[in-house]
């Protein structure tokens, strides 16, 4: 039976098989709700797919279209529309007739522009615009899309946002990553989008983090590795949802007193920093259940880090302990703590020197 005989199929997928055309046959299945053409070598596609007026996800991504066909546009029942890693695309139809649109991914395009018809899809919720060379800035009419819950702008070497940004209130994941911002081009309206849950930061140039992000009360991830900080702002310890911190690849030489408040923290990453001392409060991030402190300067733990009951993966070599000596680390997290709860006693009775623990009495 030939395809476009098929006018009940409502799922077609012929991702991954080396086309290299498709028929126009296709545009008879009347029926089709789902088609997923992705990862094949289609340089065009058939304007017969504007007869699918049933279509509600459409996949072509990884081929090697250079032009989408205005017909696409009549699909007016699309909600996913993925056209990712086809680099040769630099412009886009008008998309304005697609008003039941829900996911639009446009990684890894050559556009130059964010199209501006995307704010007439009210019913827009995922903005994909990652890892577009040609994408200079992002416009600030983005803050009119007031129903978006992702904005993805990963990768764009993005030197600045518009503070308008913050007008976003309903926007619950934000991922920056692997731009040029700074402190002074990371506009602190940021502090306003108070819907967020998860904020990627992480390679940019960052030096210091806006104290306005205390303000971000719904906020459970938040990833700031791999840039050039120096300190945290007290105000971190206002985000109280967080689950997951992520610090990793800094320049932070301590910690504030602030992240003990982070009672619901239950992944804690400070890997590769320069940190010296943990605060004594860091005891009291008593959900957390995986901490990495390795790659430090870190001689000494907390004892009152023994009754973090809830630790399971603790990762604190690459530093130069003394508390825990170097074979117990070596022995891992069950075997940390168990000493340290063994020898707190003691241990808070005496000093450390380079040969372990000593009694204060003694000379």
Not at 253 to 260: E, K, R, S
Request: net charge neutral.
């Amino acid at each position: 039976m030939e395809l476009g005989n098929l006018g009940r199929l409502e799922n077609l997928n012929v991702s991954t098989n080396a086309l290299k055309a498709l028929g126009p046959e296709l545009g008879n299945l009347a029926s089709l709700k789902t088609l997923d053409v992705s990862s094949n070598q289609l340089a065009k596609v058939p304007s017969e797919f504007g007869k699918l007026r049933q279509l509600t996800s459409l996949d072509l991504s990884a081929n090697k279209i250079t032009e989408v066909p205005v017909e696409v546009t009549r699909l007016v029942n699309l909600q996913t529309l993925v056209l990712k890693d086809n680099p040769g695309i630099t412009s886009l139809p008008s998309l304005a007739a697609l008003t039941n649109l829900q996911v639009l991914n446009l990684r890894n395009l050559q556009i130059p522009t964010v199209p501006q018809e995307i704010i007439q899809l009210a019913s827009l919720r995922e903005l994909i615009l990652r890892e577009n060379p040609q994408l200079k800035q992002v416009p600030a009419w983005i803050s009119q899309c007031t129903n978006l819950k992702k904005l993805d702008l990963h990768g764009n070497k993005l030197k600045t946002l518009p503070p308008e940004l913050g007008r976003l209130t309903g926007l619950q994941t934000l991922d920056l990553r692997s731009n040029d911002l700074t402190a002074d081009t990371l506009p602190r309206e940021i502090g306003d989008m108070v819907g967020l849950r998860k904020l990627y930061l992480s390679h940019n140039h960052l030096t210091t983090l806006p104290p306005e992000l205390k303000h971000l009360n719904k906020l459970e991830e938040l990833d700031v590795s791999n840039n050039s900080l120096s300190n945290l702002p007290e105000e971190i310890g206002e985000l109280t949802t967080l689950t997951k911190l992520t610090l990793s690849g800094n320049k932070l030489t301590v910690l504030p007193p602030a992240i003990g408040k982070l009672v619901n923290l239950t992944n804690l990453d400070i890997k590769s920093n320069e940190i010296s001392e943990l605060p004594e409060e860091i005891s009291k991030l008593i959900a957390c259940k995986k901490f990495d402190a390795s790659h430090n300067m870190l001689t000494e733990l907390p004892w009152d880090m023994a009754h973090m009951t809830e630790l399971k993966n603790l990762d604190i070599s690459h530093n130069p302990l003394v508390i825990p000596p170097r074979p117990i680390v070596q022995k891992g997290t069950e075997e940390i703590l168990s000493w340290m709860k063994k020898n707190e006693k003691e241990g808070r009775k005496s000093k450390v020197s380079g040969l372990g623990m000593a009694n204060k009495d003694k000379n």
